[in-house]
DNA sequence: TTGAAAGCGCTAACAA
DNA sequence: TTGTTAGCGCTTTCAA
């Protein structure tokens, strides 16, 4: 009939023609927003199957006042604390209609941070999570505007936006005091790359040993590499006065380990090494991870909750905490010549 | 002045009133589409710094008829083959200007396919990648109207949208050469969920052993959990014609060794163990992991790639492949009792 | 170089 | 229940 054929998408009038009634008719059986005739409905149903139309999201989200999205801007995505917690954040947003935008924010840099900010800012957006695991999230949320709705996912608690986090340094000061109870007279610490000077697992370390008058020893500095730890392990495992390791994370452990076993040391035989975050390998080690379990989904997800209370005006809570708990295992035990 | 202090967000109006030129003109200095007048260029970027204003995302899209924003459609995210792809498409996605956003498909169902179907529809978006390593993943596809521009990612070639996939059959059946050059009689399989039938991997592990007439025995059947492969190591350790096991990714062979080792089998001492994809832990596993080395970022690369070339209407390559390399490392060796 | 006018595709307000 | 009339906040003609 009138229809064009044209090659562009449909549009809604297109609809509305050929289904004989207005546009706004067609929208009120899109949104189901009023009542429509039956007879009328169903024409315009058939129209918008015939043309296989689908509504301009692009309109829709300039007519109504608020985006379904949100962003989550992150150092990384990939590795297993950080994916765990977008798949939560993912999860939640997700049953309550949000979509999820994920960008990464290279490194801690102007340029990195501005290209990500301003990639989020160039959508309809309705709220922003950051995940200051590390150097580039701290500066990435800084470079935020304040007045987009924002919530921070970090170790440490601090001022500011709305936040979720682990309480690390009470979780890292229960696995030290732990091993102390062993009968080690102190624990030395591998550190993973902090998001700023000290993180809450080196914190609590520090006030477990403190606290027990124990020596403290130098931390170590590792990356994020395994390999790192497991260059780390050889050192430590050539020194005898080493008897305990608290490793920044699970994988750092692992490396810490096999750097170890490299150089001739049983675990946990010569030396007990315990991890943190409850990594989904840890229960397959050899020997299996004595840790800390954080479930980084639930914490994604808390801080979904917290953004979409500060979207919904509700002034609730502004900040979710979680004592993540002791997970042991077989990496750890007393002491050699120690019996318990 | 006549500035309205009201609390909405300032649109590019007030910014036009404000600096006293048109509203085109802010347009005209906001997108650098057209020659403005120093002075008039000063007073306009002046309001939008006084105002805060930034332009609104909607508005934008709704005039630009090309949206910059990809769709990533998986069954999972936190798994490590899927993260890696992911930040893989991220990283070639932001660096060409586009936003990605993340939908998980929970199961291969309609309730579920159809929320993240029409999350994803729901937002202006220039195309979809769908992440076809389970039926997860295959049910979205299907889904997809046609007309979106749409790459999909998996380990099997099939006609349809353009692909970027690995030959996983190659690569798998390579592997399994080398188990049966080192002098094993078979090679036992333990395969993760296939996406479909069959995955490129068992059927590659199938192709090596008919092609050396060897026997083909039983695959057994995975969960994506390391903890299955444990249960299936201690039942395979307990069969002494077991010498050698090909499974389906390198977590499943870290279960399948933890399993093997409490049923007092070594490896690879009594049996070789092999995995695919090598996992970040791959190498610091013991024995070291000899497994097959998938380049995941790459191929979400890849696939940005494939797509960025549809939108661009270059009708170039519809497809993109990549043989995963072996990385020998030290789970595999000639069975017992046969020197190499 | 600039402004007036005209949309982008949709939903909301208002009559009828 | 339905259609007409107005916008949403921008960019893009088109004149001047």
Redesign the interface.
Known sequence: MSTAPGSK?PVIDDVARRAGVSVPTVSRVLTGAAKVSDEKRLRVLAAIDEL?F?P???????VARA???IAVLAG?????GY??T??GI??SA?NA?Y??????VETPHDDSVD??VS???????AGVIVLKFDPAGVAALQKI?S?IPTVSISGLRETGVPQAVFQEAAAAEHLVEYLLDLGHKTVHHVRIPPSRKEDGRTTGWRRALKEAKAEVPEPRDATW???S??VIGRELGLDPNVTAIFCGND?IA??VI?GL?EVGKSVPGDVSVVGFDDH??A??W?PPLTTVRQDF?DLGSRAFDLLEALLSDHPAKRFSAALPPLVIRESAAPPKGRVN
């Open positions: 998408p296989k689908r301009s999201a692009a309109a829709r989200a300039l985006p379904k999205s990384d995505t990939s590795r297993y994916a765990e977008i798949r993912e999860e997700r209609g979509l999820v935008t994920i960008t990464v290209v990500a990639l989020v800012l160039n959508q309809p957006l505007p007045d590499e395994p390999e730890g497991r994988e692992m490396g096999r076993t989904p390998l229960a397959m050899s989904a």
